[in-house]
């Protein structure tokens, strides 16, 4: 069901964002990830 899929997808992009952002600066810097990338990462995983 697509309502269902959605819901999965926000949810995981949800705690994604979540999870970058208590990360610090340089914990962001070691793995590559500006502050600024964390929502359109949290969206796209797979762009990295």
């Known amino acids: 069901m697509n309502i269902l899929?959605?819901?999965r997808n926000w949810n995981k992009a949800r705690q994604t964002r979540?999870?970058?952002?208590s990360l610090s600066p340089r914990q962001?810097?070691?793995?590559?990830i500006?502050?600024?990338?964390?929502?359109?990462i949290a969206r796209n995983p797979h762009q990295m």
């Open 5 to 7: 899929k959605n819901v």
């Open 18 to 21: 979540s999870a970058l952002k």
């Open 34 to 40: 500006a502050r600024h990338q964390i929502s359109s």
């Open 28 to 32: 962001l810097d070691d793995i590559g």
